[in-house]
T-cell receptor
Framework: NAGVTQTPKFQVLKTGQSMTLQCAQDMNHNSMYWYRQDPGMGLRLIYYSASEGTTDKGEVPNGYNVSRLNKREFSLRLESAAPSQTSVYFC?????????????FGEGSRLTVL | GENVEQHPSTLSVQEGDSAVIKCTYSDSASNYFPWYKQELGKGPQLIIDIRSNVGEKKDQRIAVTLNKTAKHFSLHITETQPEDSAVYFC?????????????FGSGTRLSIRP
């Protein structure tokens, strides 16, 4: 029972390169979230998906695209990476079909853009 | 949209003393207020939450209070122990359904002095 799995755990990019962060959950919940964490700024919501086939912007969506491929997978894409996107990225999802409010987070993906 | 402010950003207390972290929120329609603890190198984990129909909730050494009129809520940790050292985040949302947009504060780094 892995919960929320993110890949890769670490990545270094050059400015202008593209990449996709992958997230998969096995908790059978409809909603999934992508956050970024920066020192002194906490966790900021990038995008979220209430259900398969739907996505909505969060607080800081600029420079990112997302795809809710199916119920299990929610990917985050950087089309042209910028140094300002250097951050730790977390994917999260609630557990099960009951709406308790608790989010379960992956272990994070540390991205550095040079 | 919702804005959550959290204070202080860092807090150092003597082992055995109490620690208090405070948050304010802007959206009067928010009715779910979780607190998360993040240990080094890991994703945040829920430690306690409160819904707007109650003013206080306790779980062993941890308690959360909510003042809906003033739009602020607080985390209280009593008899602090070394394992309480971590980063703590408050959050707020309108409900906790699949479509809920959960907004986090900027975090408090709590250090417990032996």
């Amino acid at each position: 029972n892995a919960g929320v799995t993110q890949t890769p755990k670490f990545q270094v990019l050059k400015t202008g390169q593209s990449m996709t962060l992958q997230c998969a959950q096995d908790m059978n919940h409809n909603s999934m979230y992508w956050y970024r964490q920066d020192p002194g700024m906490g966790l900021r919501l990038i995008y979220y998906s209430a259900s398969e086939g739907t996505t909505d912007k969060g607080e800081v969506p600029n420079g990112y695209n997302v795809s809710r491929l199916n119920k299990r997978e929610f990917s985050l894409r950087l089309e042209s990476a910028a140094p300002s996107q250097t951050s730790v990225y977390f994917c999260a999802s609630p557990r099960g079909t009951e709406n308790t409010g608790e989010l379960f987070f992956g272990e994070g993906s540390r991205l550095t853009v040079l | 949209g919702e804005n959550v402010e959290q204070h202080p950003s860092t807090l150092s207390v003597q082992e055995g003393d109490s620690a208090v972290i405070k948050c304010t929120y802007s959206d009067s329609a928010s009715n779910y207020f979780p607190w998360y603890k993040q240990e080094l190198g890991k994703g945040p984990q829920l430690i306690i939450d409160i819904r707007s129909n109650v003013g206080e909730k306790k779980d062993q050494r941890i308690a959360v209070t909510l003042n809906k009129t003033a739009k602020h809520f607080s985390l209280h940790i009593t008899e602090t122990q070394p394992e309480d050292s971590a980063v703590y985040f408050c959050a707020a949302s309108r409900g906790y359904s699949s479509a809920s947009k959960i907004i986090f504060g900027s975090g408090t780094r709590l250090s417990i002095r032996p």
